[in-house]
C-alpha cells in the first residue's frame, strides 16, 4: 500500500537560515513525487514535481529511490515561504494523489 | 477567476442533517477530484470522474455519500444525515489525463469547511 510519511508537524527556522523538510514513502511501482505548498489563505497549489528536476522559487527536491526519501530543501529561507508544504505521490501518469500529513514552516525574522 | 471554484466556502449544520457542496472544474479539465481533510491530516482522496463516469471511489466514502458529475462539467458532493465525524474541509480537484496534458497535476479549489454540531 503506498504510503507518505512527513515527520515533522512544524519547523521553524530563522530567515536566512537553511530549510529541509523531510518526506518519506511506501510505493510498491513507479511513483511521481510531488510538492504542494499552501499559503494562508490560499489554496492548495503544486510548487514541483521529481520529474521536472526543476528549482521553484529557490527549493529543490531530490527523488532517493534508495531511502525512499523527496526531501524538500532551500539553502536561505525567507518569510515569505512560511505556509504548509505537503508532499505528494501518485502512481506514475495516473493522477491519483496520496498526501501526506503536512509540515508547517515557520519562517522568523 | 477561471480556477476550480467550490460553493459554499462554509456549511454549518446539525446531525442528521443533509448537505449538498458544489463544484466547478476549469473549464477544459475532464477529470474531477473530491479530497476530505481533516484537522492536521493532508488531503485524502474520495472518488474521481472522467467526463461523467465516476471510476473510483475511496473506502472512505461511506453509503452516505454520494457524488454525481450529470454533463461532465460540475459535480456535487452529498452527505446525507450528517455525522460530527464528517466535519472536515472538503477539496475538490480537476486535471486534465496526464497523457493529454504532458504533466501530472491537478489544480485545487479554495474547498468546503463543513462544521457538524
Known amino acids: 500500500a503506498q504510503r507518505v510519511t512527513q515527520p515533522e508537524k512544524l519547523l521553524s527556522v530563522f530567515k536566512g537560515a537553511p530549510v529541509e523538510l523531510k518526506c518519506n514513502y511506501s510505493y510498491s511501482g513507479s511513483p511521481e513525487l510531488f510538492w504542494y505548498v499552501q499559503y494562508s489563505r490560499q489554496r492548495l497549489q503544486l510548487l514541483l514535481r521529481h520529474i521536472s528536476r526543476e528549482s521553484i522559487k529557490g527549493f529543490t527536491a531530490d527523488l532517493n529511490k534508495g531511502e525512499t526519501s523527496f526531501h524538500l530543501k532551500k539553502p536561505f529561507a525567507q518569510e515569505e515561504d512560511s505556509a504548509m508544504y505537503y508532499c505528494?505521490?501518485?502512481?506514475?501518469?495516473?493522477?491519483?494523489?496520496?498526501f501526506g500529513s503536512g509540515t508547517k514552516l515557520n519562517v522568523k525574522p | 477567476d477561471t480556477g476550480v471554484s467550490q460553493d459554499p466556502r462554509h456549511k454549518i449544520t446539525k446531525r442528521g442533517q443533509n448537505v449538498t457542496f458544489r463544484c466547478d472544474p476549469i473549464?477544459?479539465?475532464?477529470?474531477l477530484y473530491w479530497y476530505r481533510q481533516t484537522l492536521g491530516q493532508g488531503p485524502e482522496f474520495l472518488t474521481y470522474?472522467?467526463?461523467?463516469?465516476?471510476?473510483?471511489k475511496s473506502r472512505l466514502l461511506s453509503d452516505r455519500f454520494s457524488a454525481e458529475r450529470p454533463k461532465g462539467s460540475f459535480s456535487t458532493l452529498e452527505i446525507q444525515r450528517t455525522e460530527q465525524g464528517d466535519s472536515a474541509m472538503y477539496l475538490c480537484?480537476?486535471?486534465?489525463?496526464?497523457?493529454?496534458?504532458?504533466?501530472?497535476?491537478?489544480?485545487f479549489g479554495p474547498g468546503t469547511r463543513l462544521t457538524v454540531l
Open positions: 470522474f472522467q467526463n461523467e463516469a465516476q471510476l473510483e
Open positions: 480537484a480537476s486535471s486534465l489525463p496526464p497523457r493529454l496534458a504532458g504533466i501530472n497535476e491537478q489544480f
Open positions: 505528494a505521490l501518485s502512481p506514475y501518469n495516473f493522477n491519483k494523489f496520496y
Open positions: 473549464s477544459e479539465h475532464n477529470r
